[in-house]
């Protein structure tokens, strides 16, 4: 087979942010290096949001700075939710962001307190105001809402084509509350690429009925070769009580090495790092090869 598929931790942002203790720069810099060595090549390292509306991320400036100098060359990118977050990344030396909105009008007004207009309207401002930043829109929601429901693939698609007329180039879908099934990942996400193919995909798989696996699957069978996921499935939604993390990064590759996938990463030196990681975090895990003793 020998597929590439780009696995895209995202935990020390949506895994760490979730956390009630802040975990100090020192162990949040070993867990990233580490995977850097185990072969990982691209990390959300973190978000540029309040410190007061997550503590967590009050080191975003320090930790940017230290790792853009020490690995110029590496694939990190941050999370921002508008433009005072994308300059903070341009001028620490990202040149690569993601901006969440939601595809539910509920859930976007109480994730970020925005109409989609607004979302829309803070989208452009950032885009014109840095034209050399990539950004992937990262559309929360995709495959339900807690308070809407499901949606049709037409809903789905006709949200992201109003994101492309705008300017938009590559997308994470994601299953925020972890309502997706294998079928309709497969019927979004094909639909998608085949609407969208000068367009780039992402899939963004939450853990919450034990479907992440089976589903981020569907979405890479369908056409993606891009997945986003957290080291030991750390993770959660505020909004879906009892909902455990997103997929777990070193779960998937070693599915996807056996299968014959070309992830590019040495899942033993991973499930160290995992190990390690669940030494200094108290969080929650949906992560399965961490908990077997070798």
Do not use: W
């Amino acid at each position: 087979m020998n597929k590439k598929v780009q696995i895209l931790e995202v935990g020390p942002r949506d895994g760490f942010q979730n956390l009630d203790e802040y975990l100090p720069l020192e162990q949040k810099l070993k867990v990233i290096e580490d995977m850097i060595e185990a072969g990982v090549k691209h990390i959300q390292h973190t978000s540029f949001v309040s410190p007061k509306a997550i503590p967590q991320m009050k080191d975003s400036g320090e930790l940017t700075k230290i790792l853009v100098e020490k690995y110029p060359d590496y694939d990190f990118f941050a999370l921002v939710p508008n433009l005072y977050g994308a300059r903070s990344a341009y001028e620490l030396g990202l040149r690569k962001i993601s901006y969440v909105l939601s595809l539910s009008k509920s859930h976007n007004k109480a994730n970020i307190n925005r109409t989609h207009e607004e979302s829309f309207e803070e989208l452009k401002k950032i885009m014109d105001a840095y034209p050399d930043m990539d950004i992937c829109v990262d559309i929360a929601t995709t495959f339900g809402c807690p308070f809407e429901g499901k949606y049709e693939t037409e809903v789905v698609i006709d949200f992201i084509r109003q994101l492309v007329d705008l300017g938009a180039k590559e997308f994470s879908l994601a299953d925020t509350i972890g309502i997706a099934n294998p079928k309709q990942v497969r019927e979004i996400v094909s639909a998608a690429v085949k609407e969208f193919p000068e367009v780039e995909f992402q899939a963004h798989i939450h853990d919450t009925r034990n479907m992440g696996m089976v589903n981020t699957l569907a979405a890479i069978e369908s056409g993606i070769t891009k997945v986003q996921t957290t080291l030991g499935g750390l993770g959660g939604c505020p909004f879906a009580p009892g909902a455990s993390g997103n997929t777990a990064t070193e779960d998937l590759v070693h599915m996807l090495n056996e299968m014959g996938y070309d992830t590019g990463i040495d899942n033993e030196k991973l499930l160290e790092v995992s190990r390690y990681q669940k030494t200094i975090v108290d969080g929650n895990f949906s992560g399965h090869l961490v908990n077997i003793i070798s």
